[in-house]
């Protein structure tokens, strides 16, 4: 298998692969079938030669979920800084215990690093870890949402606004979104980042306890990763309106794939997101 750091971070990508914007130019024939997955939205792109394997409503901006956590690793990485120490509050305990959001289940005065509270957030999708970054990278809620919208229109994701900082529906259902095709680039974006690779390619992360902290298990919910061969990330969605989505790669010899599915259905299957991400692989190493 092929690292992904070789695809992802390679000077040669940027030669390789031309801007995501202009992927239609490398379009598939007409006649190339599409993936048997019921999604609302999708795409696949082959990151080794920069084609555009598969697209359905690539252009329709839809809610996504705790994906907008990319957006928020991204915010943080760019900072660095990622020794510094963050106090867990019980603001943020609070926080992660409303409207049924995700928790990495932080307790209330431990101290972690902004490293560990990535781990937090992008394993178990923990809005209490997203809660302490964005405090403490704004500084505050407001500067941080800012950021995230900057480093949006930077990155040309001229189809995606954030209206919070973990994907969960503030003010409403509908006014965190994105787009397939503004998803794959900042999923290209954050993978170039060696320590955002490495957490979202693991399984699972254990944070020993110290004088400063409790221990700590975190479990992805991005369950291709383990199962499906070739996989390294990358982050799970689901809200009432976003439904169930999977922004998702995977390295083999053949060639690294990068994807998403928005709203896999049926809805009321938790793991459809998943099921239509490896369906979409399968098909795309088909392909090429």
Same mark, same amino acid.
């Given at each position: 298998?092929?690292?992904?750091?070789?695809?992802?971070?390679?000077?040669?990508?940027?030669?390789? !692969?031309?801007?995501?914007?202009?992927?239609?130019?490398?379009?598939?024939?007409?006649?190339?079938?599409?993936?048997?997955?019921?999604?609302?939205?999708?795409?696949?792109?082959?990151?080794?030669?920069?084609?555009?394997?598969?697209?359905?409503?690539?252009?329709?901006?839809?809610?996504? #979920? @705790?994906?907008?956590?990319?957006?928020?690793?991204?915010?943080?990485?760019?900072?660095?800084?990622? #020794?510094?120490? +963050?106090? !867990?509050?019980?603001?943020?305990?609070?926080?992660?215990?409303?409207?049924?959001? @995700?928790?990495?289940?932080?307790?209330?005065?431990d101290v972690l690093t902004a490293q560990q509270l990535l781990e937090a957030m992008l394993?178990?999708? #923990?809005?209490?870890?997203?809660?302490?970054?964005?405090?403490?990278?704004?500084?505050?809620?407001?500067?941080?949402?800012?950021?995230?919208?900057?480093?949006?229109?930077?990155?040309?994701?001229t189809s995606t606004h954030f209206s919070w900082f973990d994907g969960m529906p503030y003010?409403?259902?509908?006014?965190?979104?994105?787009?397939?095709?503004?998803? +794959?680039?900042? #999923?290209?974006?954050?993978?170039?980042?060696? !320590?955002?690779? @490495?957490?979202?390619?693991?399984?699972?992360?254990?944070?020993?306890?110290?004088?400063?902290?409790?221990?700590?298990?975190?479990?992805?919910?991005?369950?291709?990763?383990?199962?499906?061969?070739?996989?390294?990330? +990358?982050?799970?969605?689901?809200?009432?309106?976003?439904?169930?989505?999977?922004?998702?790669g995977a390295v083999r010899d053949l060639g690294t794939l990068i994807g998403v599915v928005?709203?896999?259905?049926?809805?009321?299957?938790?793991? @459809?997101?998943?099921?239509?991400?490896?369906?979409?692989?399968?098909?795309?190493?088909?392909? +090429?």
């Amino acid at each position: 298998m092929l690292a992904a750091a070789a695809v992802f971070a390679a000077p040669s990508y940027a030669r390789a !692969v031309p801007p995501l914007g202009e992927l239609a130019l490398v379009q598939p024939p007409p006649a190339v079938p599409v993936p048997p997955v019921r999604v609302w939205g999708g795409e696949l792109v082959d990151l080794s030669t920069g084609t555009l394997l598969w697209s359905q409503d690539a252009d329709v901006p839809r809610p996504v #979920g @705790s994906i907008a956590k990319v957006m928020t690793a991204l915010v943080v990485l760019r900072a660095g800084d990622l #020794g510094r120490q +963050i106090t !867990v509050t019980k603001a943020a305990v609070r926080y992660a215990q409303r409207d049924g959001a @995700s928790s990495a289940g932080l307790i209330a005065g431990d101290v972690l690093t902004a490293q560990q509270l990535l781990e937090a957030m992008l394993l178990p999708s #923990g809005c209490d870890a997203a809660y302490l970054l964005a405090s403490a990278y704004g500084p505050g809620v407001p500067a941080f949402i800012a950021k995230m919208n900057a480093m949006a229109k930077a990155l040309d994701m001229t189809s995606t606004h954030f209206s919070w900082f973990d994907g969960m529906p503030y003010p409403t259902e509908y006014s965190t979104y994105s787009t397939p095709t503004d998803l +794959i680039r900042l #999923g290209v974006e954050t993978m170039r980042i060696s !320590v955002f690779r @490495s957490i979202v390619g693991r399984p699972s992360y254990r944070l020993p306890a110290t004088a400063l902290r409790h221990s700590y298990r975190w479990d992805t919910t991005n369950a291709l990763i383990g199962s499906y061969r070739g996989a390294v990330g +990358i982050k799970t969605g689901d809200t009432n309106a976003a439904g169930n989505c999977l922004l998702f790669g995977a390295v083999r010899d053949l060639g690294t794939l990068i994807g998403v599915v928005l709203h896999a259905r049926p809805a009321s299957n938790p793991g @459809s997101a998943i099921t239509a991400g490896a369906q979409v692989l399968d098909w795309g190493y088909g392909q +090429i």
